[in-house]
C-alpha cells in the first residue's frame, strides 16, 4: 500500500487569500486616496449652493450728492473680499435718484459677462463696452447678448447717508459653449 497522502491545497489556498487580501487592500487604499484628493473639489463645487452669500449696507454718500433725474457712479468694497484682493475687492453701480425719496441702483456689471457697463446722458441708455450690450435707463435689455436686466440693489436713506445692500458680484447667465 501506498502511504503518501496526496499533497494539500494549503499553500495554494494560503496563497490566493493572501493576493485577494492584497488586492482588496489596494483598492480600498486607492479609494480612499482618491476620495481624499477629490473631497476639495467637491466642496468648492458645493459650498455656494450651502453657504448664503453675505449681504452689507454701505454707506456710498451723502442725500445732497445725487441729483433728481440724475445717474451718479459710486464705488464700495465687495462684501465677500479676501484679504489680498486690493482693487478688485471694489464693486460698483449706478444710482439714480428717481424722486426726493426714491432711489434706484443697478449693478455695475453686465448681465452677459460682467463687463462695467457706463451710462450715456444723451441717449440714456447704459452701454457695455465688450460685446455691444444695450441696456434702458429702468435696467432692461435694449440689444445685443445679454439675458436679462441689469441687477438691481436695494437702496435706503438713513441719517442723511445714501446706502445700497451689496451682495457678491452676480455671476453671468451666459453658458459658454
Not at 121 to 129: A, K, N, T, Y
Amino acid at each position: 500500500m501506498n502511504t503518501e497522502q496526496p499533497q494539500s491545497d494549503q499553500p495554494c489556498c494560503q496563497q490566493q487569500q493572501r493576493r485577494t487580501f492584497l488586492t482588496r487592500l489596494s483598492i480600498g487604499l486607492s479609494a480612499l486616496i482618491g476620495l481624499i484628493i477629490t473631497l476639495p473639489g467637491i466642496g468648492f463645487v458645493l459650498a455656494p449652493v450651502f453657504r448664503k452669500p453675505k449681504q452689507q449696507w454701505r454707506t456710498v454718500g451723502k442725500l445732497e450728492d445725487f441729483k433728481v433725474g440724475g445717474f451718479v457712479l459710486v464705488q464700495y468694497e465687495d462684501p465677500s473680499p479676501v484679504v489680498w484682493s486690493g482693487v478688485t475687492a471694489k464693486a460698483g453701480a449706478w444710482i439714480r435718484r428717481a424722486s426726493e425719496s426714491e432711489f434706484i441702483a443697478f449693478s455695475i456689471n453686465c448681465r452677459h459677462l460682467g463687463c462695467p457697463v457706463r451710462w450715456v446722458e444723451d441717449p440714456r441708455l447704459f452701454m457695455c463696452p465688450c460685446h455691444g450690450g444695450v441696456y434702458y435707463e429702468d435696467g432692461t435689455v435694449a440689444a445685443g447678448p445679454p439675458p436679462e436686466p441689469l441687477d438691481r440693489l436695494k437702496v435706503r436713506v438713513r441719517d442723511g447717508h445714501v446706502e445700497i445692500e451689496t451682495a457678491p458680484t452676480p455671476l453671468t447667465l451666459t453658458k459658454l459653449t
